[in-house]
């Protein structure tokens, strides 16, 4: 079975950091991707980066952009998320996802279990 294990959050104040882990197992895909999403309370899941054993990196969406790296050691299907100047609007529940094929955009996918990132002010 596959299954994707997302760990490294916490509580962290304003401007600072955390790095995310995601280990995914149970799978031979040659061609995949991990991406990480975030869900704040009350709002819908987003994306937020996304990194293809042959496209690179995708970045759901530009706020993180210059804050927000992701990282991969696809050797160990794991995939490291490293956020830096924290905002309390960073605030959610990370997930990853297990994304089939080589675009980050592709909708199949598996999920971990998330990880709570609080960012106080």
């Known amino acids: 079975d596959v299954q994707l294990q997302a760990s490294g959050g916490g509580l962290v104040q304003a401007g600072g950091s955390l790095r995310l882990s995601c280990a995914a197992s149970?799978?031979?895909?040659?061609?995949?991707?991990i991406g990480w999403f975030r869900q704040a309370p009350g709002k819908e899941r987003e994306g937020v980066l996304c990194?293809?054993?042959?496209?690179?990196?995708?970045y759901y969406q530009g706020s993180v952009k210059g804050r927000f790296t992701i990282s991969s050691d696809f050797a160990k299907n794991t995939v490291y998320l490293r956020m830096n100047s924290l905002k309390p609007e960073d605030t959610a529940v990370y997930y990853c996802a297990l994304i089939l094929g080589s675009s980050c955009y592709y909708e199949s996918r598996y999920w971990g279990q998330g990880t709570l990132v609080t960012v106080s002010s």
């Open positions: 990194i293809s054993t042959s496209e690179g990196v995708t």
């Open positions: 149970g799978f031979t895909f040659d061609n995949y991707a």
